[in-house]
């Protein structure tokens, strides 16, 4: 089974920028998809970025530009580098892996961003 654990999260000021981690135990598939969420306060979860074992991304519009998705098939881990930090973007960002239509999450990793 797997099991994914995020670090780097933390406060930044605008402008700033944050890398997010995840690594992956467990054996983890060339057709599973990885990617990052973040959930605001009584929001639902959220798409920010997700990228598949070849390379191919997928953002959301908010963050294109800003943030860049980075996965390492080797290490099964996937990173967010997340550049020009604005306030809005302040949340939990959890890592997901998406294997046939089916989610493992991490724990979450909490995103503050002052202004």
């Known amino acids: 089974q797997v099991q994914l654990v995020e670090s780097g999260g933390g406060l930044v000021q605008a402008g700033g920028s944050l890398r997010l981690s995840c690594a992956a135990s467990?054996?983890?598939?060339?057709?599973?998809?990885m990617g990052w969420y973040r959930q605001f306060p009584g929001k639902v979860r959220e798409l920010v970025a997700t990228i598949t074992s070849g390379g191919i991304t997928n953002y959301a519009d908010s963050v294109k530009g800003r943030f860049t998705i980075s996965r390492d098939n080797a290490e099964n881990t996937v990173n967010l580098q997340m550049n020009s930090l604005k306030p809005e973007d302040t949340a939990v960002y959890y890592c997901?892996?998406?294997?046939?239509?089916?989610?493992?999450w991490g724990q979450g990793t909490q995103v503050t961003v002052s202004s």
């Open positions: 997901n892996l998406n294997r046939r239509g089916r989610g493992t």
């Open positions: 467990g054996i983890i598939f060339s057709l599973d998809v």
